[in-house]
């Protein structure tokens, strides 16, 4: 197993960056997820870590070795595609012995080694099966398993789930999770999908244009994120954001919506007299009983209801704005009503419209 280092990476194309001084530590046997959107450079950092694109700047260490102008093969990393990249024709059996036959290994060994991945990913029926007689879900495990079975230090997956279903994403997102806590193999996953990021990662990096915007754990930038951008790309369904003007009046802070004014305690908030700010709430923190003293109220229109199962998306015209509200199915009010939803002052985000960035003061 290994630890990875990246101090600094930079990555070029013709002059122009892609990645900006890319610094992290990723401790061994972690699950780190790159996370963002297209173009932000999370596939670009993780070829970077492959040896399949050459480092423009700055040093990567993977265990004790400073691997920059290493071969692939030399890193001791293996690497999952988005497509599935097996030799159709083959047999699975075939498809996940072929880098152990490569390197010589003895057939005895490559056997036990194959049906004991193939254990782990509930394969065992299929290993004389062919790709184009299974399902892109099983092919996909065959691709997970031709990894594993070289046993490396550092695992790379690159967007594996985003080809399959929902259903299919769900299952194999269940599989990757109980294969690390086997295995205890340091692992980097790229993906856009932040259900994906949320339920797999130890630690996610959120990457925006090349930069990091906030690593932490899932928990973490969830419940705080350091800017609207963070705030908006973490959590389904997405964060509420109402465009406010904040004025400090008798000690206190209070934002003007231009339908509603809130007042907020200056303890909670780094927010400047005549601050334009975004105030941010999220969908499942607004209800329709009271949550106590410190709370805000958001009042609105109900314009569309739809129902999700057990609860129900509640969708509320505010200040000429959309708001949405996750509420339970069994409480759902009806369109056209006038609602008050109770928001917690502990559940609240403010943002500085200018920059982006959270003006919370208590985390």
């Given at each position: 197993m290994a630890s990875i280092v990246c101090d600094k990476l930079a990555k070029h194309y013709e002059g122009n960056p892609v990645v900006h001084d890319f610094s992290m530590e990723i401790a061994d046997a972690e699950f780190i997820v790159l996370l963002g959107p297209s173009g932000c450079g999370k596939s670009t950092i993780l070829r970077m870590m492959a040896g399949l694109e050459d480092i423009s700047g700055g040093a990567l260490h993977i265990g004790a070795r400073q691997v920059n102008d290493l071969p692939p093969r030399e890193r001791d990393i293996a690497m999952v595609f988005q497509n599935y990249a097996l030799y159709p024709h083959m047999t699975v059996y075939d498809n996940m012995a072929f880098g152990l036959r490569r390197l010589k290994t003895p057939e005895s060994e490559i056997r036990q080694r194959v049906e004991r991945v193939a254990q782990m990913l509930n394969l065992d029926p299929l290993l004389q099966r062919k790709p184009k007689q299974m399902s892109g879900g099983q092919q996909q495990r065959v691709a997970i398993g031709r990894a594993m079975i070289k046993t490396p230090s550092v695992f790379l997956f690159d967007e594996?789930?985003?080809n399959l279903d929902a259903k299919l994403r769900a299952q194999l997102r269940g599989d990757i999770k109980r294969l690390h806590r086997q295995l205890a193999t340091t692992s980097v996953y790229v993906t856009h999908d932040q259900l994906e990021a949320m339920t797999l990662a130890d630690r996610i990096v959120l990457l925006k244009a090349g930069r990091i915007e906030q690593v932490g754990t899932p928990a973490e930038i969830y419940n705080h994120p350091v800017s609207k951008f963070a705030a908006g790309f973490i959590g389904t369904p997405a964060m509420n954001f109402i465009d406010c003007m904040a004025r400090h009046e008798d000690g206190a802070t209070?934002?003007?919506?231009?339908?509603?004014?809130?007042?907020l305690p200056q303890s909670l908030f780094a927010?400047?007299?005549?601050?334009?700010v975004v105030l941010g709430v999220r969908p499942n923190h607004m209800s329709t009983t009271s949550t106590g003293d410190q709370q805000i109220e958001v009042?609105?229109?109900?314009?569309?209801?739809?129902?999700?199962?057990a609860e129900s998306l509640v969708s509320l015209l505010h200040a000429e704005r959309e708001i949405t509200a996750l509420v339970p199915a069994s409480r759902c009010p009806r369109v056209g009503t006038q609602v008050c939803f109770n928001v917690s002052m502990s559940d609240l985000h403010v943002f500085d419209a200018e920059t982006g960035r959270s003006l919370v003061l208590r985390h």
């Open positions: 594996p789930l985003s209070v934002l003007d919506s231009g339908e509603a004014r809130w007042r927010i400047g007299d005549g601050q334009a009042v609105g229109q109900v314009d569309l209801v739809e129902l999700l199962g």
